[in-house]
Structure formats: structure tokens, C-alpha cells
């Protein structure tokens, strides 16, 4: 089973000015799903000493000259993770024309379009982690907050186990925030606002190096026997 702490959109006083170790006791990975303060994500990352992978929310320009220093950007990227394969689209709907993590729906699908060769070489992915929803799954209908269709016709096309986003928050909804929902092609879809611990079990992955696609499998293989020859 592998721990998954997931965050979005504010800071978690537990999770640092007051920071206690209790409520990560155990994590393997975090991932942020956007608009987080890069301290507070290099903070966690030395604290909890694991991977912390992370995409851009609407209002993590600052990213862009200032990133969270030790976390791995997967923005328009796969990364493997012990053979859980991750795959970032961060980013909001347009609503200012200068603002370099806000796309079109065009937009994004060009992004969607040019990572095909690499999710095929990786044979798919198990978690898509993105800062906006899903078009019609735990969005809204105004335009800053918006969900991507085009993020649907990725889920069905690969029907990855999860997905994780952010951008909506839980007061957004007049009390009517739902946490996790369940796409029609069977991916989980949980909103990490805030925070929220996630299991995964050996089963919802392939192993690493066995994803089923001999290219990829074999330059896992090679690197692992390179590494270990040191």
C-alpha cells in the first residue's frame, strides 16, 4: 500500500506553522495539485523527506522564476514513481490573456496532443494530476472555474485509476463540496483542496518496470541495473 498526501489551493496550519508530524506519519509521495506557496511545499518536502511532485495552479506564475526548490515539476511530463506512472497538466481555464498557466480549451488539448507518444510509451499512466477539474465533474459554470473537456476524452481514452485536481474550493459550493467523485470510465476523481490522504494498493499499479510496453521497461531496466552498478 502506498500513503499519497494530496494538496491544492491553502495552506494547512498542521502542515506547517503548526506542523505535526502525526498527520504525515507514513507518507511515501505528495503531490500538489496547485496554487501553493513554494515554501510550503519546500517546507513539506524536507519535513516529511519524500518525493513531492506538483503542477501549476492559476496563480503559481511565481513559479516560473521562483520554483519550490527539492520538488519535481511534472507539468506536461510522466513521472514514475516505483511504477506508479504520474502524469501533470497544471493550469486554469482563460480568463486573463497574459497569464502564462491559463489555457484555452485548444490550448490544452494541444498540450494533451503533443504528450500521446509519451503516454504510449509509458503504455498510459495510473494518476492524472491537474489543477482544474474535469469538465462536468466538480467544476463550476463560470468561466475562471471551469472544468476542461478535453480532460475527459483523456480519461476515457486511458482510463487511468485517478485523478487528482484542485482549483475549486471547499466554500465555493455553498456546502455542497464534494470531495470524490467517479468518472463513467471508472477513474477516481478527488479534489485535494486543502489536504487529503490517499492509499494505493500494490494492485492499482503495474510494477516498476513491468508497464507492459517493452521500450519503456527495458530503459527502466537498464538505468536500475546502471544504478545499482555504482
Same mark, same amino acid.
Not at 506547517?16 to 498527520?23: A, F, I, T
Not at 511545499?41 to 522564476?65: A, R, W
Given at each position: 500500500?502506498?500513503?499519497?498526501?494530496?494538496?491544492?489551493?491553502?495552506?494547512?496550519?498542521?502542515?506547517?506553522?503548526?506542523?505535526?508530524?502525526?498527520?504525515?506519519?507514513?507518507? #511515501? =509521495?505528495?503531490?500538489?495539485?496547485? /496554487?501553493?506557496?513554494?515554501?510550503? *511545499? +519546500?517546507?513539506?518536502?524536507?519535513?516529511?523527506?519524500?518525493?513531492?511532485?506538483?503542477?501549476?495552479?492559476?496563480?503559481?506564475?511565481?513559479?516560473?522564476?521562483?520554483?519550490?526548490?527539492?520538488?519535481?515539476?511534472?507539468?506536461?511530463?510522466?513521472?514514475?514513481?516505483?511504477?506508479?506512472?504520474?502524469?501533470?497538466?497544471?493550469?486554469?481555464?482563460?480568463?486573463?490573456?497574459?497569464?502564462?498557466?491559463?489555457?484555452?480549451?485548444?490550448?490544452?488539448?494541444?498540450?494533451?496532443?503533443?504528450?500521446?507518444?509519451?503516454?504510449?510509451?509509458?503504455?498510459?499512466?495510473?494518476?492524472?494530476?491537474?489543477?482544474?477539474?474535469?469538465?462536468?465533474?466538480?467544476?463550476?459554470? #463560470? =468561466?475562471?472555474?471551469?472544468?476542461? /473537456?478535453?480532460?475527459?476524452?483523456? *480519461? +476515457?481514452?486511458?482510463?487511468?485509476?485517478?485523478?487528482?485536481?484542485?482549483?475549486?474550493?471547499?466554500?465555493?459550493?455553498?456546502?455542497?463540496?464534494?470531495?470524490?467523485?467517479?468518472?463513467?470510465?471508472?477513474?477516481?476523481?478527488?479534489?485535494?483542496?486543502?489536504?487529503?490522504?490517499?492509499?494505493?494498493?500494490?494492485?492499482?499499479?503495474?510494477?516498476?518496470?513491468?508497464?507492459?510496453?517493452?521500450?519503456?521497461?527495458?530503459?527502466?531496466?537498464?538505468?536500475?541495473?546502471?544504478?545499482?552498478?555504482?
Amino acid at each position: 500500500m502506498m500513503k499519497v498526501l494530496i494538496l491544492a489551493d491553502e495552506e494547512v496550519k498542521s502542515l506547517g506553522e503548526y506542523y505535526d508530524p502525526e498527520k504525515t506519519r507514513g507518507v #511515501d =509521495l505528495i503531490i500538489s495539485c496547485g /496554487d501553493l506557496n513554494h515554501r510550503y *511545499l +519546500e517546507f513539506l518536502e524536507t519535513m516529511v523527506n519524500c518525493p513531492l511532485l506538483y503542477v501549476k495552479g492559476n496563480h503559481d506564475k511565481n513559479y516560473l522564476s521562483m520554483p519550490p526548490e527539492g520538488c519535481i515539476d511534472i507539468d506536461d511530463r510522466i513521472y514514475d514513481y516505483k511504477g506508479l506512472r504520474v502524469l501533470g497538466l497544471g493550469g486554469s481555464m482563460r480568463y486573463h490573456p497574459t497569464n502564462p498557466c491559463m489555457y484555452t480549451e485548444e490550448e490544452m488539448r494541444q498540450r494533451i496532443r503533443k504528450l500521446n507518444r509519451m503516454i504510449a510509451l509509458h503504455n498510459g499512466f495510473d494518476i492524472l494530476v491537474t489543477h482544474s477539474p474535469a469538465r462536468g465533474y466538480g467544476d463550476m459554470d #463560470d =468561466l475562471p472555474h471551469m472544468g476542461f /473537456d478535453c480532460f475527459n476524452s483523456l *480519461l +476515457e481514452k486511458w482510463k487511468p485509476k485517478y485523478m487528482f485536481y484542485g482549483h475549486v474550493h471547499a466554500n465555493y459550493r455553498s456546502g455542497k463540496f464534494q470531495r470524490e467523485c467517479t468518472h463513467p470510465c471508472g477513474t477516481r476523481m478527488i479534489n485535494a483542496y486543502a489536504s487529503h490522504i490517499v492509499e494505493i494498493g500494490e494492485d492499482e499499479h503495474p510494477a516498476h518496470g513491468k508497464t507492459g510496453s517493452a521500450l519503456y521497461d527495458l530503459y527502466v531496466s537498464i538505468t536500475s541495473r546502471r544504478r545499482h552498478s555504482f
